[in-house]
């Protein structure tokens, strides 16, 4: 699983952290879609591949990421601006896509088969996890 | 104490190989030198209790009965052999932070045969909502986010909440730190510390956020306490350690077990083979006794399920 890089990085920020929690932003059209629910697709071939070390942690483009096991694969994915991400659970447990400083993603609760998308405008990178597993993290990057 | 109690007490120890299972033995017993028997005699002790991440709501192969496991746990508190002093529940109450799973928490507790009965939230008790819905039943008397204290017997008691500013791993924040130190600034360094949090205060295993950042600031402000202890939830196995003067405990749940640090891709729930998972749950009791220089700490295994 990816690694804590930025433990420590945003402690001083920290206290303003969620502050607009409650009043997500959708500036950007943040949607959810409730999609039909597939069946589990062979469970063992994916947990190798999330357990896969190196090409995991590897930027990806593309602009869908599965949560799945517990992990937001991939864990990385680059981006050009203006593109729409989106994010489907396939975990039986529910998960969020919330951003890490304050940022844009707020997504609700995300129950099995849910998608959450976010149209990204701006370059930047930006830091997400959930907020019901906190050690789920990952990232967007998105460039000019 | 009377022969009654000192059979009970005998047959717990000497019982504990045998019935490892079924029966709620004591699976730990540590930091501390006060006997148990000595302790029911005594009027003075603070005796409590602690249990913790009963996840009401949660669905799963690991426990699909996480109703009827923390019912079980509240029978067994309530039938340790005398009245604790309080219960404390160190948070993830509920698994989504619904009503309805807040509703149900509260009157199951409501249960409890205690001289009163504390919480302090996990990160499960605030989905989408920062804890509204989790102080609004819980928060009556605490300030900021959900934190308090109190004494009790002669120890100073600190319910702290450290999962609301999370990144990855737990967080306490500027106003709760002062809060703690101002809090304790009137105490003598020879009052017992009791620190209560639903993430470690410790650096159990931060890569899966087992770890709170700034617990280091909260603790600096406890150095000069010749005893402090910090009991957590959250990691749903048991864990012991000291620094310093710092004794650390995590608690196990009432709901499921999670793999040990590192031995598992991410700390998910884990489904145990029929028949094991009661010896996963338990419960905790603790004991003070003045004159003593720290606390009895005993874990004893969940019944469950039922035989």
């Known amino acids: 699983m990816r690694l804590p890089r ?139 | 104490m009377s022969r009654r109690q000192l059979l009970r007490h005998s047959a717990w120890f000497g019982a504990a190989v045998v019935l490892a299972v079924a029966s709620g033995e004591v699976i730990s017993h540590v930091d501390g030198t006060a006997t148990t028997a000595a302790v029911l005699d005594d009027p003075h002790a603070l005796r409590f209790a602690q249990v913790s991440d009963s996840h009401i709501g949660f669905t799963g192969s690991a426990n699909t009965d996480v109703t009827g496991s923390f019912s079980r746990a509240i029978t067994q508190i309530n039938s340790l052999g005398f009245r604790p002093d309080f219960v404390m529940h160190t948070g993830d109450l509920t698994h989504l932070s619904t009503q309805a799973q807040f509703d149900q928490v509260k009157q199951m507790m409501g249960g409890l045969r205690a001289g009163g009965v504390f919480t302090v939230p996990g990160e499960h008790d605030s989905v989408g909502d920062h804890g509204q819905k989790y102080r609004a039943l819980f928060g009556a008397g605490s300030k900021g986010d959900g934190w308090y204290s109190f004494d009790i017997k002669g120890v100073h008691v600190i319910a702290l909440v450290n999962t609301l500013a999370l990144e990855k791993l737990g967080h306490l924040g500027t106003d709760q730190l002062d809060f703690i130190q101002h809090d304790v600034a009137g105490l003598s360094g020879d009052t017992p510390i009791v620190v209560f949090s639903h993430i470690p205060l410790f650096a159990m295993y931060p890569t899966w956020g087992w770890g709170t950042d700034d617990a280091a600031q909260a603790l600096s402000y406890l150095r000069r306490f010749s005893s402090v202890t910090c009991l957590n939830g959250h990691v749903h196995q048991l864990f012991s350690k000291t620094e310093g003067n710092v004794t650390f405990h995590s608690a196990t749940t009432t709901a499921y077990p999670l793999p040990h640090p590192g031995q598992a891709p991410a700390p998910t729930p884990q489904t145990l083979p029929a028949g094991q998972l009661g010896a996963a749950l338990g419960i905790r009791e603790v004991t003070y006794q003045p004159g003593q220089p720290g606390l009895a700490v005993k874990d004893r295994s969940l019944a469950w399920p039922p035989a």
């Open chain 1, 6 to 144: 930025l433990l420590f990085a945003v402690a001083t920020s920290a206290t303003l952290l969620f502050a607009g929690h409650d009043t997500a932003a959708n500036a950007d059209q943040p949607a959810v879609t409730a999609a039909p629910t597939t069946a589990m697709a062979d469970m063992a071939d994916m947990a190798s591949k999330i357990a896969a070390p190196g090409p995991a942690d590897a930027p990806v483009a593309t602009n869908a990421v599965t949560i799945q096991n517990f992990a937001y694969s991939p864990a990385t994915v680059t981006v050009k601006a203006g593109t729409t991400v989106t994010w489907t659970n396939k975990d039986q447990d529910p998960h969020t896509v919330t951003s890490m400083n304050g940022g844009p993603l707020q997504s609700p609760t995300l129950n099995t088969g849910d998608s959450f998308r976010y149209t990204f405008k701006t370059p930047g990178r930006f830091e997400y996890l959930c907020t019901i597993h906190p050690f789920m993290t990952a990232t967007v990057v998105v460039t000019p």
